[in-house]
């Protein structure tokens, strides 16, 4: 395991008004991984990702990339480092290529017209190359602010809520493109509140609520351990009450009692499923369909936030 | 040296001019025909030369200093005033950028902008009178020295303004008055006492009295007096600007 790209440590922002947005984070990012942070709305992930880009102070901890202080070394660190950040915002009055070739430059990198060309044919941009940003649609604006960030060629890539407010079929252009750039060796750090997102990309994911990392664990992993699995069975005959023999397994009737539905672990040895198939014939209720179905990422997402305020 | 990042602000600074390049050039030229027309015709014909001059080309160096100062401050505090506004600062503040080269960048635009203002006033103030400039090179030392230090300073304003309207009030409420009550239309030494005393206290006297001195080689008070007050403002807006950002107020929460 080659040593983190990425390093925060003991990360603490407490804003004047008293809010502490973030309450000493410690998170390693692995070179070239995709990592998602999730976490409601004022979870502190602006917080951190505004932290480690130079533009929010902290108030106590540091962050290392490579191994070196990002304050310190703070030309080399910014220049590894692009951001998308949430809001779309731009000079309005620029044209697309201008103001694409301004951040190459802004970012101390020589120009370079091929490399800007390749960066807005990627993200279909290449023919608007001419357009006032103004008159561009709300889709193509996110495309721009990505060809900002990547314009000065970073291997740290942080997506602030990429597909906030984006359409289906942009949201699956955004999954490639971030995809491919992780074939490209690009390290990506991403936030959202669409679990589906994380779900579809992450190689790791991070769950963070009221500035504290409560998870950091990765996807399959994850979805493993907390993955909840249920059993449905569409029973041939509805039942009025769950009869006393399966009792122990504690099945739940729906449907007007013709949908059983028993919860177990996946991860556990015995899942229970056989037996409770074979207490039922002997008990002689026929089924005539059955499903599992693996808990999703938002299933957990919603038990772990959902756990951390009942214990707060 | 983020040579690449500070030219970068600049190219895109003077884009921004060249947008309303022309509306830029029409306002001086027309305010300053505007003035050669109320005090050289109207009323500088019933005018005596002050100090051995012309009063059309007396009041030349007044009316240049007049549009630099407000030029600077209002290219300078609108250039980082509109980054704060719109958000696109997130992009410079995360720039390999320190703080110095970011202030190169900005103000070296504004001061660009407002020489150029400046200098077409002095070609349009020749259509109607005769300008000597006895002290060429150093009137454009002057001039940069002037530019740059009010280019900070409307640097600082547009950090600290909260809003548009605030980036008006400084150069309509303090440096305009000061600059009409600076003797930038005549000579203090015209003035009653106690009024000429009080005058001494306004700083803009000592720029304006050092620039004209540039030109006709002579001035209401020394010249040395006039570049130190000068620098001693240059070095109070520079100390400003690196308190602003060591400390990120109102550029970092």
Not at chain 1, 132 to 142: A, E, F, N, Q, V
Request: proline letters at 4%; aromatic letters at 10%.
């Amino acid at each position: 395991m080659s040593e983190p790209i990425l390093s925060i440590r003991r990360l603490r922002k407490a804003y004047a008004s008293g809010t502490e947005a973030l309450k000493s984070l410690d998170l390693d990012i692995r070179r070239g991984e995709i990592f998602a942070l999730l976490g409601p709305n004022g979870a502190g992930k602006t917080t951190m990702i505004s932290i480690v880009c130079g533009i929010v102070k902290p108030t106590d901890g540091e962050v290392l990339i490579d191994g070196k202080n990002w304050q310190r070394h703070f030309r080399e660190a910014r220049t590894r480092i692009g951001l998308v950040p949430q809001e779309l915002t731009m000079d309005v009055f620029e044209p697309l290529l201008n103001t694409v070739s301004f951040s190459r430059e802004l970012f101390g990198r020589r120009p370079d017209p091929a490399r800007i060309e390749q960066i807005l044919k990627d993200l279909s941009l290449w023919d608007k190359r001419k357009a006032i940003l103004k008159d561009l649609s709300g889709g193509m604006k996110r495309r721009v602010m990505i060809a900002k960030a990547l314009a000065h060629e970073p291997d740290i890539l942080f997506l602030d809520e990429p597909t906030a407010g984006v359409d289906v079929e942009l949201r699956r252009d955004m999954w490639e493109l971030v995809r491919r750039l992780r074939e490209g060796g690009t390290t990506i750090i991403l936030t959202t509140h669409y679990i589906e997102e994380a779900e579809e990309m992450a190689d790791r994911v991070g769950v963070i609520n009221k500035g504290e990392l409560i998870l950091v664990e990765e996807k399959t992993a994850l979805m493993q351990k907390l993955g909840r699995k249920i059993l449905h069975l569409q029973l041939t005959e509805p039942l009025a009450a769950v009869p006393p023999e399966l009792a122990q397994w504690n099945p739940q009737l729906s449907d007007e009692g013709a949908t059983l539905t028993y919860e177990f672990d996946a991860k556990a040895d015995r899942t229970g499923i056989p037996s409770l198939l074979t207490a039922m014939r002997d008990a002689g209720i026929a089924f005539k369909d059955l499903d599992t179905k693996q808990s999703s990422l938002e299933d957990i997402f919603v038990s772990l936030v959902h756990e951390q305020r009942s214990a707060a | 040296m983020n040579w690449r990042g500070i030219w970068a602000i600049y190219k895109f600074e003077m884009h921004r001019f060249r947008r309303t390049l022309w509306t830029g050039l029409a306002v001086p030229v027309i305010t300053t025909s505007l003035y050669f027309i109320v005090f050289g015709a109207a009323i500088g014909s019933r005018m005596s030369e002050i100090n051995g001059i012309d009063y059309g080309s007396f009041i030349v160096p007044g009316l240049m200093m007049l549009s630099l100062f407000t030029e600077s401050i209002f290219n300078a505090s609108f250039g980082i005033h509109m980054p704060r506004f719109t958000g696109t600062i997130y992009e410079i503040l995360s720039a390999p950028l320190s703080a110095i080269e970011t202030v190169i960048g900005y103000v070296g635009a504004a001061a660009t902008k407002a020489m150029s203002v400046a200098l077409v006033i002095l070609i349009t103030a020749n259509l109607f009178v005769d300008v000597r400039v006895e002290h060429p090179v150093l009137m454009l030392l002057y001039l940069l020295l002037v530019a740059a230090t009010f280019c900070l300073f409307g640097f600082i304003v547009g950090i600290w303004a909260k809003g548009f309207e605030q980036l008006q009030i400084i150069p309509l409420l303090i440096v305009t008055p000061l600059t009409f009550l600076g003797g930038a239309f005549y000579s203090i030494e015209m003035l009653p006492e106690p009024w000429r005393t009080i005058t001494l206290f306004n700083p803009v006297v000592y720029l304006i009295n050092g620039f004209r001195w540039t030109f006709f080689g002579t001035a209401d008070v020394p010249v040395a007096t006039s570049l130190a007050a000068t620098f001693a403002f240059f070095l109070t807006c520079l100390g400003a600007i690196w308190w602003i950002f060591r400390t990120g107020y109102r550029l970092k929460q």
